[in-house]
């Protein structure tokens, strides 16, 4: 159905070519639910070295687990707690080398050692967090996040409602 040309180059390159797949498969999809299951997808095929990729939306004030691939995951978690809240509370991305000295960490998957969270904001709202974990320490660096913040940039509008 979809074929897309992912290039194994640079970072950069990867995520320019994550960004275009991306915009392909979400382009005329106006449910929310379904755009974030492609993009999960599409990172866990693409990006190495994960053992968790998705979203948690927010929901009445929490964040609640939405589209995802990997293990079972937490269902609820509040803002400020966790990577996941932290990256809510601050609309800032969150970048850990090591999850175990995060304090408040939530550990859905005790093989976790990193995490990359990067708040999802549309019109000046949250409206979830894309959660990236890795059982590497210090898998990701700020090529991922900027690459991650560009594919929520993207991916915002389409997920809004």
């Known amino acids: 159905m979809y074929q897309f040309d992912i290039t194994s180059g640079s970072k950069a ?3 320019h070519d994550l960004e275009a797949a991306l915009g392909a498969l979400t382009a005329e999809e106006p449910d929310a639910i379904a755009n974030m299951a492609n993009a999960a997808a599409l990172i866990w095929q693409y990006l190495p070295d994960l053992n968790w990729a998705g979203f948690y939306r927010l929901v ?3 964040l609640v687990l939405g589209p995802f ?19 809510a509370a601050s609309l800032e991305t969150q970048l850990v080398d090591d999850v175990h000295a995060f304090p408040g960490h939530i550990a859905c998957d ?3 050692r990193s995490e990359l969270v ?10 979830g967090v894309l959660d990236l974990d890795s059982p590497e320490p210090a898998r990701f660096d700020a090529a991922d996040a900027a690459g991650c ?9 389409r997920i809004a409602g």
């Open 149 to 157: 913040e560009a594919l929520v940039r993207l991916l915002a509008p």
């Open 110 to 112: 005790a093989a976790s």
């Open 118 to 127: 990067v708040p999802i904001v549309h019109d000046g709202r949250l409206i």
């Open 13 to 15: 390159e990867l995520y």
């Open 69 to 87: 691939q990997g293990k079972a995951a937490c269902i609820r978690i509040a803002i400020g707690t966790g990577v996941c809240g932290a990256a």
């Open 60 to 62: 009445e004030g929490e």
